[in-house]
């Protein structure tokens, strides 16, 4: 975001500034904003979402319920499936939406006064009347834009979380409504993770999520240390010239011990391994995501093309930036201070055009070449 856009209302957040909605209402509390996106609705028709989850590269979640059983199914479905629906009671749900459509991909830039680094995708999902995947909480925030349809949303301020046993997926025991909301096509809700909430389709509908990943501590940690792992290199081995005898020779001694205690503390990290580990780990594409690689170019065509058409990512790539180190889909590029503007303004806008160095646009060529990259 610009620092112009920083001060801007935005008309999505019912004319909050950025700043104010992330001061009063990020991780925090509800926002309902009606019509933040007048006549939204028709990117996506329910044939099309059906027929996307039918692919082998998107992922798909059928969500059953009849008489309070839930069953979870996991596409990609055949076509058939959809033909054998009961009337009521489910939903389908697609995630990485926004790797398909490119109406999707620019309604994520909509949500950029949140840091990319914190953007996980784009989630449709479409229920007949009465459907939707019950009460529950999330663990991340959500905007969930409603298309196609009314839906009915409650939230509540409940603090027990108890979950019905041996359910596929999360739902609530009891779920006391503290606030309902009956959204429209162009409604936007934003929910803090950790919210109760309800959606209830009010006649067939269609909603958009767009949400942020939170992981836990745990993942954080065992993909920190996995990534540790890879690249420990720890110099001289294990030694005991002065070894004692032992009375007890199934015995680990202290001093065995203390030894090795030693020698782990050479496995040290700073800030800046923190900071490529988090480029690496966030722009890791998911185990389903493949890149079409183009027919490969040389330099003297990519350069010119480059110069008269622009690059944008490929919606599938994901890019970040620390400091001088350039993240683009689970790879780190170490690059010179002024090939950064260029490389900035692709990652912030996902695409640019501009004149750029020779070894930007090596770099580019690269990219395009694994299919990270398209011309505009
Ligand atoms: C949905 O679109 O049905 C699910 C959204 C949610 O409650 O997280
Ligand atoms: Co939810």
Same mark, same amino acid.
């Given at each position: 975001?610009?620092?112009?856009?920083? +001060?801007?209302?935005?008309?999505?957040?019912?004319?909050?500034?950025?700043?104010?909605?992330?001061?009063?209402?990020?991780?925090?509390?509800?926002?309902?904003?009606?019509?933040?996106?007048?006549?939204?609705?028709?990117? +996506?028709?329910?044939?099309?979402?059906?027929?996307?989850?039918?692919?082998?590269?998107?992922?798909?979640?059928?969500?059953?319920?009849?008489?309070?059983?839930?069953?979870?199914?996991?596409?990609?479905?055949?076509?058939?499936?959809?033909?054998?629906?009961?009337?009521?009671?489910?939903?389908?749900?697609?995630?990485?939406?926004?790797?398909?459509?490119?109406?999707?991909?620019?309604?994520?830039?909509?949500?950029?006064? $949140?840091?990319?680094?914190?953007?996980?995708?784009?989630?449709?999902?479409?229920?007949?009347?009465?459907?939707?995947?019950?009460?529950?909480?999330?663990?991340?925030?959500?905007?969930?834009?409603?298309?196609?349809?009314?839906?009915?949303?409650?939230?509540?301020?409940?603090?027990?979380?108890?979950?019905?046993?041996?359910?596929?997926?999360?739902?609530?025991?009891?779920?006391?409504?503290?606030?309902?909301?009956?959204?429209?096509?162009?409604? !936007?809700?934003?929910?803090?993770?950790?919210?109760?909430?309800?959606? =209830?389709?009010?006649?067939?509908?269609?909603?958009?999520?767009?949400?942020?990943?939170?992981?836990?501590?745990?993942? +954080?940690?065992?993909?920190?240390?996995?990534?540790?792992?890879?690249? =420990?290199?720890?110099?001289?081995?294990?030694?005991?010239?002065?070894?004692?005898?032992?009375?007890?020779?199934?015995? $680990?001694?202290?001093?065995? =011990?203390?030894?090795?205690?030693?020698?782990?503390?050479?496995?040290?990290?700073?800030?800046?391994?923190?900071?490529?580990?988090?480029? =690496?780990?966030?722009?890791?594409?998911?185990?389903?995501?493949?890149?079409?690689?183009?027919?490969?170019?040389?330099?003297?065509?990519?350069?010119?093309?480059?110069?008269?058409?622009?690059?944008?990512?490929?919606?599938?790539?994901?890019?970040?930036?620390?400091?001088?180190?350039?993240? $683009?889909?689970?790879?780190?590029?170490?690059?010179?201070?002024?090939? !950064?503007?260029?490389?900035?303004?692709?990652?912030?806008?996902?695409?640019?055009?501009?004149?750029?160095?020779?070894?930007?646009?090596? !770099?580019?060529?690269?990219?395009?070449?694994?299919?990270?990259?398209?011309?505009?």
């Amino acid at each position: 975001m610009t620092v112009q856009g920083v +001060l801007m209302k935005l008309p999505h957040l019912g004319g909050l500034t950025a700043r104010q909605f992330l001061r009063e209402y990020w991780q925090k509390k509800p926002l309902l904003v009606r019509q933040a996106f007048p006549g939204f609705g028709d990117a +996506l028709t329910p044939n099309e979402l059906a027929g996307l989850a039918c692919e082998e590269g998107a992922q798909s979640r059928l969500v059953l319920e009849s008489r309070g059983k839930w069953r979870v199914e996991y596409g990609p479905f055949p076509e058939e499936r959809f033909a054998r629906l009961p009337k009521k009671g489910w939903s389908l749900l697609v995630q990485g939406v926004n790797h398909f459509l490119t109406e999707g991909a620019d309604l994520l830039q909509r949500f950029d006064f $949140i840091p990319t680094a914190r953007l996980d995708d784009l989630m449709v999902s479409f229920a007949p009347d009465g459907g939707g995947v019950g009460p529950h909480f999330d663990s991340y925030d959500v905007f969930l834009l409603q298309g196609y349809g009314k839906r009915l949303w409650r939230v509540s301020e409940q603090t027990d979380m108890a979950l019905v046993e041996g359910a596929p997926l999360r739902i609530l025991r009891h779920f006391e409504t503290s606030q309902e909301w009956l959204v429209e096509p162009g409604d !936007l809700l934003y929910l803090p993770p950790r919210l109760a909430h309800w959606g =209830i389709a009010v006649g067939p509908c269609m909603t958009w999520s767009i949400g942020f990943r939170a992981p836990s501590a745990q993942e +954080l940690g065992t993909q920190f240390l996995a990534y540790l792992q890879e690249r =420990i290199c720890l110099e001289g081995m294990y030694a005991d010239p002065d070894l004692k005898l032992q009375s007890h020779p199934s015995e $680990i001694s202290p001093q065995m =011990i203390d030894r090795v205690a030693r020698l782990l503390r050479d496995i040290r990290w700073n800030k800046l391994d923190v900071a490529r580990f988090l480029g =690496i780990y966030l722009t890791e594409p998911k185990p389903h995501v493949v890149f079409e690689k183009p027919r490969p170019l040389g330099l003297e065509r990519f350069r010119s093309r480059l110069e008269k058409s622009g690059v944008a990512l490929d919606l599938k790539s994901r890019m970040l930036i620390s400091g001088t180190t350039v993240f $683009i889909n689970g790879e780190a590029v170490e690059v010179s201070p002024d090939a !950064l503007p260029c490389l900035r303004d692709l990652a912030d806008r996902r695409w640019m055009k501009a004149r750029c160095s020779v070894a930007v646009a090596e !770099l580019l060529r690269q990219w395009y070449n694994a299919g990270y990259l398209k011309f505009r």
